[in-house]
């Protein structure tokens, strides 16, 4: 009867040791997976990076760019003051041109666009076209400078991160 | 012949789960201490932000308001421009820093129509330039930018400002 009792508890201890060993299995490779996860991608550099509310070199560029004077000695500013918001834009050639040459190493890291708009923004004619497809986003991922040239007509270039 | 009793053995096998828990608990630990460690171990790379602070503040230097600084082409103002831009590359005294120059500054000016080079000048330490052309995570930051700007007279100009910071040792591990 005894040695009956004994068969019967072994192989339940058998049973419960091979869940025990299935179950520590497990909890290793749990902790492995997630040594594995913290040191290849969170144990990378932590890049530091700071949220641009401002491009302080885009828009210099942007002052500097409305103060370039064309041949006849009218400056860019002066030129988009005459703009009407609501027919098509007749600014020259050399005036755009000029644009692409000064926005474009800005091109690399951001898209860019510099507009004739309202206060308000929904109406604008475009000077300097983005190029890329704008993202859908809040107003707020975008950076850039607005100037006054009217009381309802204002020039702003814009920023947008391209990714 | 000796009996054995079998509730007695079930005695000894608690006390050797008893061991297991205690091991797997500290197995569990030591994995939770290496991936915290691994984490927050790391330090934060703060270079590209400093080389940015450079670059930005080398600009608000050269134009003003749309306009070239004046004097910015003549030499007095390229011999001295760190101290004219109120810029200095003091560092920490450690790691042997401040013999080293942790810092690197160009400022290129071009003929913005014509793209030829109208005047160049720069400071710190220059053989942190060849490192601008490897890439890997211990090399120095480096920070190429251009703006435009214009002087008085309707002169366009392209300048061209590289920034790099060193300080590997502090920030990439």
Do not use: H
């Amino acid at each position: 009867m005894f040695n009956k009792l004994l068969n019967k508890n072994n192989r339940g201890q058998t049973g419960e040791t091979i869940t025990w060993i299935v179950a520590t299995v497990i909890i290793i490779v749990i902790l492995l997976v997630s040594i594995l996860i913290a040191s290849v991608y969170l144990g990378n550099a932590k890049k530091f990076s700071l949220t641009k509310q401002a491009d302080s070199l885009a828009s210099k560029s942007f002052f500097s760019y409305l103060l370039t004077k064309d041949s006849t000695g009218v400056n860019v500013y002066e030129q988009l003051k005459k703009e009407q918001l609501d027919s098509k834009i007749k600014l020259g050639d050399n005036v755009k041109n000029l644009g692409e040459k000064v926005f474009s190493p800005y091109r690399t890291n951001y898209g860019v666009f510099v507009r004739l708009t309202n206060k308000v923004g929904d109406n604008w004619a475009e000077i300097i076209e983005p190029k890329t497809i704008i993202p859908k986003k809040n107003w707020a991922d975008f950076i850039g400078d607005k100037i006054k040239l009217d009381d309802d007509k204002y020039v702003s270039m814009s920023l947008f991160s391209k990714y | 012949m000796k009996i054995v009793n079998p509730f007695l053995r079930d005695l000894k096998g608690d006390k050797i789960v008893s061991v297991y828990w205690f091991a797997i608990l500290f197995i569990v630990a030591a994995a939770v201490v290496y991936m915290v460690i691994s984490f927050y171990g790391k330090p934060y790379d703060i270079r590209g932000v400093e080389a940015d602070i450079l670059t930005t503040k080398m600009a608000d230097c050269l134009s003003e308001a749309g306009y070239l600084r004046e004097g910015v082409l003549l030499n007095d103002f390229q011999d001295n421009f760190l101290e004219k831009c109120k810029i200095n590359f003091q560092t920490e005294d450690v790691y042997g820093w401040r013999e080293q120059g942790q810092y690197y500054l160009e400022v290129n000016i071009f003929n913005f129509v014509s793209g030829q080079i109208i005047s160049s000048f720069n400071t710190g330490n220059s053989n942190l330039k060849e490192s601008c052309k490897l890439s890997g995570e211990t090399l120095p930051a480096c920070l190429e930018r251009t703006l435009y700007s214009l002087d008085r007279n309707n002169n366009q100009y392209a300048i061209n400002i590289l920034s790099i910071v060193k300080k590997t040792e502090k920030n990439v591990q």
